[in-house]
């Protein structure tokens, strides 16, 4: 087990140029404001004296290069700048937006599992058939669904007509924070199982056509106890990766779906610095998010290696 | 879902199923047919706007404000009185203006990248596949909104965005079938016969690798489609007062105890007409499988 997950200091190694790339990516964004940056940001609030101010505050009367490594210094020790609107450090607004975000996506990634799961399974158990036909539909349409409203159509059926559920707010205990994130996830988990069932679906479909699944059958394994002893935890192995590659998209859906349900979580945060022109903290944001998104692709990796004891990236990154 | 290869998975999954009824003439898909009414309906209604929204769909009347649906406002109207139908039939225009006008750029800049990459191989190909890496690591959305916002606002600042984001999945792909092509026969015969690399790349890789592109550019319009109506839903998308069917879902928010229909129906149509595009998409991807080529 330990010597197949050699390949993670080499992983992490081939991360670096990426997450610098983002760095860059983020510093530059300042610089693709039109004109001055700074008269651009502070808008019909400018005076010649705010905005020599701002310059000085954004760094942007220093040469490029050395912005660049002023804003590498300041972000290796934890700094991400100021925040225009609340004159608080950056750092700490994301960290105090973090936890709503990360519960709201891990909850979301639970009931998602949860749907789709079984109908993976009542699709691949007989494909073609009506109920495949069914989830097909499901997973079709799914697609095709925006997010926000699909938010907002989970707060008119089960908030405002059956009165069940909070449609916004986010809780103060831990129970409080399962029931009022409940919408915001399943808003968030119906976006996500699309993509899930169809990968499980037809590994399913190939798991269930293997010889140890017919021996399993011979020997009396029947219905659930099929799936869960023989089937599924194959099947889901190539599932992993997929929900990885597509976090990204989703931690971008979470901060919309947040926005509809006035969840104090990043993605309020960036859209309500996006109509403050708050630029300080719209680029702390966007640069965590992305460094976030590269974490989970090193630990998809990992997962998927411990899961699958035939994958071995160490030899494949040799080779 | 974005990620090329998920979306590239599932219609290599569709492909496999229908490769029993890919013998059959065009006509007789079902869903490459069906996607096509949708959506031909859907381009009718925008460009046809003009001559069958029964109101002006600018046009404030804030006395008939919020009313409900009737004969003379099917849908009702919104909170400026404005008729929801006639909005909705605008809208057309400019979603979907946006949605196939928005794949160009990135399906262009993407191809050409993805192309080289792959036929030139060696350190090209890993600074190349390190810069759309890093492009890769910041979520769709995030970087959407960020950009509009750099940009300015406007409809082209919005086709920029999508551009600066998407064109990563296209030359994933085309990458990808590259690396596949340039190692085939008829490649190694061009090369023997002394063809240049532009040529070569062009003329004989080019039309073999870009059904691939062009599937999945397919998918990526309703994906552009989601971006603009979300856009729109958070503010960000085309000015009011231009009839958008996200800025009408924000509108009609607010309503929603009291007039369900006018958050409601714009994202049915939403839906609607991703629905047509994704079976559109599969026709296509049918049609231009290799199999059935043979």
New interface residues.
């Given amino acids: 087990m330990l010597h197949r997950l050699r390949f993670i200091p080499g992983r992490l190694v081939q991360s670096v140029?990426?997450a610098f790339?983002?760095t860059?990516?983020v510093f530059f964004?300042a610089h693709?404001?039109?004109g001055n940056a700074a008269l651009a940001l502070l808008g019909e609030r400018a005076t010649e004296q705010s905005v020599a101010a701002l310059t000085a505050q954004l760094g942007l009367d220093q040469p490029l290069w050395k912005q660049y490594l002023i804003f590498l210094q300041q972000l290796a020790q934890g700094n991400l700048g100021t925040s225009l609107t609340y004159q608080t450090p950056v750092t700490q607004l994301v960290l105090q937006a973090i936890p709503v975000t990360l519960s709201l996506l891990l909850y979301a990634l639970v009931l998602a599992l949860l749907i789709s799961i079984p109908l993976a399974a009542l699709a691949a158990f007989r494909p073609g058939g009506a109920r495949d036909l069914g989830v097909r539909g499901f997973t079709?349409?799914g697609?095709?669904?925006?997010?926000?409203?699909v938010g907002?159509?989970l707060?008119?059926l089960l908030g405002?007509s059956l009165r069940a559920f909070p449609v916004g707010g986010y809780g103060d205990d831990a129970a409080g924070h399962l029931y009022y994130l409940f919408l915001p996830a399943l808003t968030l988990a119906i976006a996500m199982s699309?993509?899930i069932i169809?990968?499980l679906r037809?590994s399913m479909i190939s798991v269930l056509g293997a010889e140890y699944v017919g021996t399993a059958k011979a020997k009396g394994a029947y219905g659930v106890q099929l799936f869960r002893g023989h089937v599924l935890r194959n099947a889901a192995i190539p599932t992993v990766s997929?929900v990885g590659?597509?976090l990204?998209?989703l931690?971008?859906?979470s901060?919309?779906i947040e926005?509809?349900f006035a969840l104090p979580g990043l993605g309020s945060l960036?859209?309500n610095s996006?109509?403050t022109r708050d630029f300080p903290t719209?680029q702390g944001?966007?640069l965590f998010?992305?460094?976030f998104?590269?974490v989970v692709?090193i630990l998809t990796d990992v997962v998927y290696t411990a899961l699958d004891p035939r994958v071995d990236l160490s030899r494949t990154a040799r080779a | 879902m974005s990620a090329p290869t998920a979306v590239l998975a599932a219609r290599r999954q569709t492909r496999r199923a229908a490769r029993s009824r890919s013998l059959r003439p065009w006509y007789r898909s079902g869903t490459l047919v069906a996607g096509l009414v949708i959506v031909g309906l859907l381009v009718l209604v925008a460009v046809l706007a003009p001559v069958i929204a029964p109101f002006d769909p600018v046009k404030q009347d804030l006395l008939n404000a919020l009313q409900p649906p009737s004969g003379t406002h099917l849908l009702g109207t919104d909170k400026y009185g404005r008729d929801v139908l006639s909005r909705l039939i605008w809208g057309a225009r400019v979603d979907l203006r946006v949605g196939f006008l928005a794949v160009l750029i990135p399906f262009v800049v993407g191809t050409v990248v993805g192309g080289v990459a792959g036929y030139a191989g060696g350190w090209l190909d890993t600074v190349l596949m390190r810069v759309v890496d890093v492009f890769f690591a910041f979520p769709f959305y995030v970087m959407v909104i960020v950009l509009v916002f750099v940009f300015g606002s406007g409809e082209l600042s919005i086709y920029l965005a999508i551009a600066a984001v998407s064109w990563v999945s296209y030359a994933k792909i085309v990458r990808g079938e590259v690396l596949v092509a340039k190692e085939q026969d008829y490649v190694v015969a061009a090369r023997l016969g002394g063809m240049s690399h532009a040529r070569i790349l062009v003329r004989h890789i080019g039309p073999n690798v870009l059904s691939q592109a062009i599937i999945y550019g397919m998918s990526d319009i309703v994906m552009d489609i989601m971006a603009i109506v979300t856009l729109g839903y958070l503010g960000l998308g085309i000015a009011p007062p231009t009839a958008e069917w996200g800025s009408m879902i924000n509108d009609g928010q607010e309503f929603i105890t009291t007039q369900w229909q006018q958050a409601t129906v714009p994202g049915l149509v939403v839906v609607l007409t991703s629905l047509g595009l994704s079976w559109l998409g599969d026709g296509v991807s049918d049609l231009l499988s290799p199999e059935r080529r043979k």
């Fill in positions: 140029p990426v790339g983002v860059l990516i964004l693709l404001l039109p079709l349409v697609q095709g669904l925006p997010q926000f409203w907002i159509m707060i008119l405002v699309p993509t169809r990968s037809s997929i590659v597509n990204g998209y931690v971008g859906g901060l919309v926005r509809v960036m859209i996006i109509f719209i944001v966007t998010v992305a460094l998104v590269v692709g």
